[in-house]
């Protein structure tokens, strides 16, 4: 080759460099959106309708901010700590489809595998068509039986627990001992099931349910393991994930934050109540609520979603296998759903993920980037685009003001 040939190739070789280096620096996040998240915490902190927060986010690998504000008790002013451990509820869901993915690549199960194949307790589900007026129900039998598929994308029929869910299906599940304060362990009251009929048809409709709880007993089946001992020994301790359990041991219950609704500019406190969702989280219960039952930090949870953007690996340690990773992290809907609705437009839903579809119906979060969030409002996503991750830990009763900074947060690091 030429001299002045060589020279044409470096040329094109550093323009190209150049264009990919920039592309690189243009998607970095910027300390502008950082301080806006931080900002948008803290005025809701300043106005008496936040207790605290503690939101962390990574870029690349890299923690670009780490951020404790506000108090985790209000009464005794004990500031938050980036160590405060937090109710996650619903974001124990994708840690249990973990749980189950480890045994799907074991090979223990297909996604399109019956239910009753490895569950036979629950064969000849039906579904209600009418209520009567005493509580019970008209079924008829299911069109066909439902997969595991289903069960992991919400699409199998079930319903949840109030406050969930309401009517004579969720009042069923709450008699036979499924909800996160129940007395009964998954053993005992998920084989009840059979008795109570579906919402609709197998793979019919998106209906958020109890069905990661089933998942929590499938893992328990299948590996012949109790749920917080399979998690421990193959997703916690792997990880590094030393403060994330069902419960809160004594020696750490001073880190537990207190949890609050906001009520005409004063936080009124809510944990300590009898009829507190998912129990006390103060010892160890009977009920290991694969769909609510953890507790975490914002550390903890960063090392379980930094190994999901991975593709199933941290470091060295590699916890599912690819295909397991990415089958989670892309849509499952059958055709015949196309999204998953409101509250959250534009989205679709993996297993045990929503999957953002259409970012202009959600503040402009990247296609593709997976989440979900928990109902005292902590909230994480997953972002494989700009490998972005964020978790943000908050104890917060107030629905409506969780989804309001959840949206929030997303147009600070997008808009």
Known sequence: MSQKKHRI?????LSQLFAFTNTIIAAELSDTSLRALTEELQTRVDEGKLSGAVLSVAQNGETKMITALGYQNVEDQVEMQEDTIFRIYSMTKPVTGTALMILYDEGKFSLDDPLEKHLPELQGLTVATSYNEDQTWETVPTDSPVTIR??????????????????????????????????KTLAQSMPMLKGIPLLNQPGEEWVYSISVDIQGYLVEQLSG???DAFMKERIFNPLGME????????????????????????????????????????????FLSGGGGLTSTVSDYMKFAQMHLNMGVLADTR???????????????????????????????GLDFAIVDDPSLFQGASEGTFWWWGIAGSWFWIDPKENIILIGMIQNNDIGLSLQIQRSARAAIYQ
Request: charged share 20%; proline share 7%.
């Open 225 to 227: 393991q109790k749920l």
């Open 9 to 13: 190739a470096a040329f094109i070789l």
């Open 243 to 286: 403060d994330t359990a069902f419960y809160v041991a004594e020696e750490k219950q001073e880190r537990l934050s207190r949890m609050y609704f906001p009520r005409a500019g004063e936080l009124i406190r809510t944990d300590n109540s009898s009829n507190s969702l998912g129990g006390s989280f103060l010892e160890k219960p009977q």
């Open 319 to 349: 916890i599912l296998s690819e295909e397991a990773a990415r089958l989670m992290s892309r849509n499952q809907l059958p055709d015949s759903i196309s999204e998953i609705g409101r509250p959250y437009p534009g989205n679709q839903f």
């Open 150 to 183: 289903q069960l992991m994308s919400h699409t199998g029929g079930f319903a949840y627990f109030p406050p969930l869910s309401n009517g004579p299906i969720a009042e069923a599940y709450v008699n036979v001992g499924i909800s996160g304060a129940s007395s």
